[in-house]
């Protein structure tokens, strides 16, 4: 949480909570936290993460359930054809920089300058 940001309490947990189960990181029936432990831990009321988990269920994204609380029900979509190839090269690259040596923070920065020297589509 972000306390500082303009952007509303609810609104930054819906939207990290969808990113994570849009990218994947939450897999469909993964069981979110209680409401009252997450606002526990953020330091938030309830009602503030009560009105996330009914954002992301009216996208489609969670359900909740009597007994097994709120779930995941709307992961990630299967990455289309382009980005499988750059998800494969990725971790290629990642393996390679590994075996060589080569340190995270050079890597980030090689990906960085190709982005920025590639031709615009």
Do not use: K
Not at 5 to 21: D, F, G
Not at 103 to 112: E, I, K, M, N, S
């Amino acid at each position: 949480m972000d306390v500082v940001s303009p952007t509303p309490p609810y609104e930054q947990i819906r939207s990290q909570i969808a990113t994570y189960v849009q990218s994947g990181v939450l897999a469909d029936g993964a069981r979110l936290p209680t409401m009252r432990a997450l606002a526990a831990d953020l330091g938030v009321a309830t009602g503030t993460v009560a009105r996330a988990y009914a954002e992301l269920e009216a996208a489609g994204l969670v359900a909740s359930r009597r007994r097994t609380g709120t779930v995941v029900t709307g992961g990630a979509a299967a990455p289309a054809p382009g980005e499988q190839r750059v998800r494969a090269l990725a971790a290629e690259l990642a393996r390679t920089a590994q075996e060589d040596g080569v340190d995270r923070d050079t890597v980030l920065a090689v990906v960085r300058a190709a982005l920025l020297t590639a031709a615009p589509h």
